[in-house]
């Protein structure tokens, strides 16, 4: 079992920045892969972005590519998003997820764990 707990969401002026962090509590974090998810209101879950196992391939979708950076950190179990040059649109609930597996993935039907969620909120 992987449990993922979110970090870092809050209410932002546009412009603004945010880094949310998700810690995962598994021994083996090391060989999985991580994506982010958010999902605004009365809309679906969409993909943000994933890194691979060892950090060396990120992919991104089109609406964040250039603002949001995701990286991560093996020793501290921890993924990351740096939001950059936050918008209104980017006001939704994010999550973490992870497949069990090494290679990033843009499936949202590929990730089998989920965090609860942290809420992002920008102010136009």
């Known amino acids: 079992q992987v449990r993922l707990v979110e970090s870092g969401g809050g209410l932002v002026q546009a412009g603004g920045s945010l880094r949310l962090s998700c810690a995962a509590s598994?021994?083996?974090?090391?060989?999985?892969?991580m994506g982010w998810f958010r999902q605004a209101p009365g809309k679906g879950r969409e993909f943000v972005a994933a890194?691979?196992?060892?950090?060396?391939?990120?992919y991104y979708s089109d609406d964040v590519k250039g603002r949001f950076t995701i990286s991560r950190d093996n020793a501290k179990n921890t993924v990351y998003l740096q939001i950059n040059s936050l918008k209104p649109e980017d006001t939704a609930v994010h999550y973490c997820?992870?497949?069990?597996?090494?290679?990033?993935?843009?499936?949202?039907?590929?990730?089998?764990?989920w965090g609860q969620g942290t809420q992002v909120t920008v102010s136009s």
């Open positions: 997820a992870t497949s069990g597996g090494p290679r990033a993935t843009m499936f949202r039907g590929d990730y089998a764990y």
């Open positions: 598994t021994r083996t974090f090391t060989t999985y892969s």
């Open positions: 890194i691979s196992w060892s950090g060396g391939s990120t």
